[in-house]
Each structure stands twice: as C-alpha cells, then as structure tokens.
C-alpha cells in the first residue's frame, strides 16, 4: 500500500487491518487480534477472515531455517527492514550461504553478536532501503515484476553488459537492481564483495 492508501500491486492483497501496535509506532500486528481488543476476535470481518489469519504462515516461516530467522530478528533494527528482510527468502538463503562457505561453518546467533559481526550484517540487509542500483520501475519488487494482475521475475540481461553473469545474481534480483554498464555491475559486485570480507575477517579474528 501507498502513504495515501492506494494499492501498488494488484495482484498482492494487502490487509487494510494491520498497524501499529504502540504508541512508539515500533511494532506492527493485527489490529482485529484479541490481544489488542480485551480479548475480542474482531478478525471475521477482515478479507481472509478468521480461521486462515489464525492458520497462515508465510514460506519464510517454511524455508528460513531457525537460525536464519534469529539473526534476522537479532539485527534488524526497525520493523520495516525486518519485514523487507524475513520474506525475502533468495536474499537471506544467498547471502548466509555466502558468508559460510567462506568461514568454513553456518555461524551460530550467539556467535554473531561478537566482533561488530551483527552491524555488519545489517549493514548488508540494510542494502534493501539503500541500494544504489536499484532499479526506478514502480512495477518491481525484489524479484518480480508486475504487469497488471500478473507478476514475472525479472531478469537481468548480462549479455548486454558484456559478461556471462554474476555469482552475485540472486541478490542482485533481490535487490531490484538495474545496471546500465559493465562499470555498474562491477560497483555492485565490490559493494557485496566488501561485505562479505569485512565479515569474514571480523569472524576468524
């Protein structure tokens, strides 16, 4: 939903009962749940209706291992880029197998709030809000792109860039990103680059 209400995507449903929980506007829930309602469900009258609001899961909650989803419950420092995060399934997968192979082990939650590690993984996921290659469409979102009630992924055509591809290319999607040159995709594979070996280094130190 836009700031003024209108749908940006069609084809996505976005329920018009969710909101902010406090005061401090720092947590978003349900505002039809009956903890916020002296124990009221009110949550029949929204879209999905009770019983699949109580049942649903989202596929992160399916595909993001129990680790991933702590970490990013650990670093994320607002409600906004936790939700961009935790639903974007390629980027979390990616960039945690990235940093894996490269310290030769799945870090553990309690390890990652050593050494600056945890603000260094922000400092990536925060690419999500910051991204200097991010694609101007309003007709992206991460991956996919719309086309009326129909979504697609988007495809990033390195032929024309003048290289077979990047191993960087799932986040790249992810990210919405959009080069014009062979100089861009290079920027963008150091910025991700630079990253991952200033987590590394800050892991086996």
């Known amino acids: ?3 003024d209400g209108r749908k940006i ?3 996505i ?3 018009e009962y969710l909101g902010f929980l406090d005061s401090a506007e720092n947590k978003v829930g349900c ?3 009956p903890c916020q309602n002296g124990g009221v469900d009110m949550r029949e009258v929204s879209f999905y209706g009770r019983e699949l609001c109580e049942e649903h899961l989202c596929p992160s909650y399916h595909y993001l291992s129990r680790e991933e989803k702590v970490v990013l419950r650990n670093i994320a420092n607002d409600w906004y880029l936790y939700g961009l995060c935790v639903t974007d399934i390629d980027l979390v997968k990616s960039y945690f197998r990235l940093i894996s192979e490269r310290v030769c082990e799945t870090p553990s939650p309690d390890r990652l709030k050593e050494n600056n590690l945890s603000e260094i993984i922000l400092d990536f996921f925060s690419f999500k809000i910051s991204w200097p290659f991010r694609s101007s469409a309003t007709n992206r979102f991460g991956k996919y ?3 009326g009630s129909e979504y697609m992924i988007n495809r990033i ?3 024309a860039l003048g290289c077979e591809g990047s191993r960087f290319n799932s986040i790249f999607l992810s990210l919405s990103s959009e080069f014009q040159n062979m100089q861009e995709l290079e920027e963008g594979e150091k910025l991700i680059e630079a990253n991952i070996d200033e987590f ?3 892991y086996l130190q």
Request: hydrophobic fraction near 35%; charged fraction near 25%.
């Open 9 to 11: 995507y069609e084809v």
């Open 13 to 15: 449903y976005c329920c």
């Open 200 to 202: 590394v280094r800050a």
């Open 145 to 147: 792109y719309f086309d």
């Open 31 to 33: 505002l039809l749940h």
């Open 157 to 159: 055509d390195y032929h």
């Open 1 to 3: 939903m836009s700031e």
